[in-house]
């Protein structure tokens, strides 16, 4: 990745995570769009594993900051987020939106899965309804955004040459 | 090549597994460590994204505000309209409950549903929800507090259907309340187009040359042709239709019902409507009549005594002036005219702290004309 895509991916990058903050609270939908998984997966895939796995750590620390009784678990989700997503993006290569779309469906419902295991602060069938209900509904809506969003941001993405 | 490979693929396992450390290390680091390390990244990092989410959910908060309000002023509105067409219908139903004691026995009461579909079609025929098992048969007259709506046309089991006084077909024989002048009553039909609400008067045809009627009289059934009982009221009259070469007066009347107010009626019952309604209209009317001329009287003598009260006061003022007690006294008299009002150009003097001279002065002391408010309070008013 050159610096000309590095720093477009960094805007693109900016984008959602402010849209994580301010359009994510004028929605305030029950199964939420996590744009920060989006922007997670979207930098992910285009940095090596190990570059992922700090990226992710990184934001997930951000995150938790916000929430003190979970510190440490979202960074820990965004961490396995990132680097499976930066591993299998080099293993299974493809740029199809379907395939970012279950990239994103995956990596929201693994995070979940990480964050709710790691906060425990759900127990019993609370914990079973939030996993298997809540988690791949706010997945499927993730997907659908982040695959709204790679397409609306496509265009910055595009190297023009001349 | 493949040993850089190697190399890098190592780096990245090494730096996922120290990046899992660190976070675990995070969740589980006692609450007095983990702090300062939220706080520093709240505090740089996090804070403008905060702000964001502040911003966004004050945007939130003020359209579920916005909303809300809406919602409220909405229900008021409705609740304010419900309210108004639930007086005008208590207000009917009350009429209707006078109607019934006054009729007292023969009536059967039903809920007339009105089934004109566009808004400006005239309405001549209403649906009413009592038939033939509550005793009801064709041609009973249909009645409201007010007088003569229409007669039933079709009867079912539960349900039957009247024309309205505003049918091509409808008649009533009529007369005027001292019954000197007779005629037939029947819809206004010649009426020029975008004058609808012309459409629902009424003409008196045939009364007799000789038989002349004011606008305002009253037009009751006169209970001819065995239909209408006697003394419902139909309308009142409004104008002379004025005819060349004709040989009867045409009137136009004013009916004392309005079809689109119209929600509950009472059905005579065939006996009833043999054995007559007695003076109910007639006597109503009457009331109605001798309450305004209370009103009217009462007014009048109010103001006489206003009158009376200002004269004298006038009198007392002229008498003290015409004494010409004091400088004082001149000089004040020099200020009003032979009315006792103050002459322009002179300075009105300070008002006297005396009790005696603040009484006689008291501009509240004269009464107010109080008609027109005792007319809107009157009972009885259509």
Redesign the interface.
């Known amino acids: 990745m050159n610096w000309t895509s590095a720093i477009r991916t960094a805007i693109v990058c900016l984008i959602l ?2 849209l ?7 929605l ?1 939908w029950r199964a939420s769009i996590d744009f920060l998984l989006i922007a997670l997966v979207f930098g992910a895939v285009r940095m ?3 570059g992922a ?2 990226y ?2 990184l934001l ?7 929430s ?1 009784g ?4 979202g ?2 989700a965004a ?2 987020v990132g ?1 499976s997503a930066s ?1 299998l993006k080099a293993v299974f290569f493809a740029d199809n939106l379907a395939l970012n779309a279950f990239f994103l469906f995956i990596g929201k419902w693994v995070f979940d899965l990480v964050y709710v295991l ?1 906060e425990r602060r759900m127990h019993g069938t609370e914990m079973l309804m939030q996993i298997i209900v809540w988690s791949p509904l706010a997945a499927a809506v993730t997907a659908v955004a982040g695959v709204i969003a790679i397409t609306v941001l496509r265009p910055i993405l595009e190297v023009r040459t001349a | 090549m493949a040993r850089a490979a190697r190399f ?1 693929g190592r ?2 396992t ?3 597994a120290g ?2 450390v ?8 006692p ?1 007095q460590m ?2 300062p ?3 520093s ?2 505090r740089s ?2 804070a403008p ?2 702000g ?2 502040q ?3 004050g ?2 908060a003020a359209w579920l505000e916005s909303e809300r309000k809406t919602l409220e002023r909405d229900t008021i509105a409705l609740e304010l309209a419900q309210k108004q067409s639930l007086q005008l219908e208590n207000d009917r139903l009350r009429k209707l409950l006078g109607l019934g004691s006054r009729l007292a026995w023969g009536f059967i009461p039903a809920e007339a549903l009105h089934t004109s579909g566009r808004a400006e079609d005239v309405i001549t025929s209403l649906t009413l929800t009592a038939g033939s098992k509550s005793g009801v048969t064709p041609y009973s007259p249909v009645l409201a507090p007010e007088g003569i709506v229409g007669l039933v046309q079709t009867v079912d089991p539960t349900m039957s259907i009247a024309i309205l006084y505003s049918h091509p077909d409808f008649r009533v024989s009529a007369m005027s309340a001292d019954g000197k002048a007779f005629g037939i009553v029947y819809p206004h039909l010649d009426v020029r187009p975008g004058r609808l609400a012309e459409r629902y008067l009424l003409e008196l045809r045939n009364v007799p040359y000789r038989d002349t009627l004011k606008a305002g009289t009253a037009i009751f059934s006169s209970g001819l042709g065995g239909t209408w009982p006697r003394g419902v009221l139909v309308g009142t009259i409004v104008d002379e239709v004025k005819e060349p070469e004709s040989w009867a007066r045409t009137y136009l009347l004013r009916p004392a019902v309005n079809p689109a107010h119209v929600t509950s009626v009472m059905i005579l019952t065939p006996k009833r409507g043999s054995q007559g309604v007695g003076n109910i209209w007639a006597s109503a009317t009457q009331v109605d009549a001798a309450l305004k001329s209370i009103v009217t009287a009462g007014d009048s003598l109010g103001r006489q005594a206003a009158i009376a009260e200002a004269a004298a006061r006038r009198a007392v003022l002229d008498s003290v002036r015409r004494a010409g007690i004091g400088d004082s006294l001149r000089r004040d008299s020099t200020a009003f005219d032979s009315l006792g009002r103050p002459r322009a150009g002179v300075a009105r003097p300070r008002p006297r702290r005396d009790t005696s001279g603040r009484d006689t002065s008291r501009p509240d002391s004269v009464r107010r004309d109080t008609t027109a408010r005792r007319d809107t309070l009157r009972p009885g008013t259509p």
């Not at chain 1, 994580?20 to 004028?26: E, F, I, Q």
């Not at chain 2, 660190?22 to 680091?29: C, H, T």
Request: hydrophobic letters at 65%; one cysteine or more.
């Open positions: 995570i402010v994580h903050y301010t359009l994510r609270p004028l305030a090596r594993p190990a796995a700090v992710g750590f997930g620390l951000a995150t938790d900051s916000l003190l979970a510190f440490g678990a960074a820990l961490t396995i680097f591993w790691m | 890098s780096l990245d090494v730096v996922f990046c899992i660190l976070a675990l290390a995070a969740s589980a680091l609450t983990r702090e390390v939220a706080a990244l709240r990092l996090v994204l905060v964001l989410q911003s966004a959910e945007w939130r």
